[in-house]
Each structure stands twice: as C-alpha cells, then as structure tokens.
C-alpha cells in the first residue's frame, strides 16, 4: 500500500515558479507511475502530468506545457512538479495519486492513494 503526501505549495505572484513534492511511503513506490492533478473551487479535478515508473515517459496537460517539468527520484520516494511562468488560472488545489501500475493512464478515475493536496494560488 502506498500512501502520498503532496508538499511545496503557496502564494505566488504571476511570473513565479514553484516547485510541488510528492512523497511516498511504502515499498512499491519505484515501481508506480505517478500523477498530478489539481481541483479549482467550482471546477472538476483534471490531469495535470504524469510520469512513469522508470520516468521513461512523462505526459502533460496542453494548459502546462512549456511550464511544469515532472521527474522522480526513487531514491527518496518522491515526484517533483516544478511549475514555472505560473498564471492565475493555475489557482488549485495540487494532488498526486498513482494509478498502481508502471505506465501512466488517462483517466482520472485510473488513480488510487490520493494524498490530501496543497493550494497553489497565483495571484499578485
């Protein structure tokens, strides 16, 4: 069982980067892809990246590409999203989950072990 707990979020004016930590405890972890989402109020939760076990393969959203990089080190169970040139409409609430195989899947409802998010606000 795999459990994630998501870290480095905050304020941030537009312009700024940030960097979002996802971190694992349980054995499996080097052998999970993982995801990053986010919940905006009123809004559905959306994919935001997702990488691989190996981090062979990473995927991103159309509205973050160019701007957040995910990678993995499993050495210490955790998956980073940098978010750089951040803008107002990435205001959320940031999680990660795992869809309990190696390779990425693309639906929401693939995804397990949900930690409890951290908010991200762009704003000046």
């Known amino acids: 069982q795999v459990q994630l707990v998501e870290s480095g979020g905050g304020l941030v004016q537009p312009g700024g980067s940030l960097r979002l930590s996802c971190t694992a405890s349980g054995f499996t972890f080097n052998y999970l892809a993982i995801g990053w989402f986010r919940q905006a109020p009123g809004k559905e939760r959306e994919g935001v990246s997702c990488i691989s076990s190996s981090a062979s393969n990473t995927y991103y959203a159309d509205s973050v590409k160019g701007r957040f990089t995910i990678s993995r080190d499993n050495v210490k169970k955790t998956v980073y999203l940098q978010m750089n040139n951040l803008k107002p409409e990435d205001t959320a609430v940031y999680y990660c989950?795992?869809?309990?195989?190696?390779?990425?899947?693309?639906?929401?409802?693939?995804?397990?072990?949900w930690g409890q998010g951290t908010q991200v606000t762009v704003s000046s």
């Open positions: 989950a795992t869809p309990e195989t190696s390779g990425c899947r693309a639906g929401v409802t693939d995804f397990r072990s």
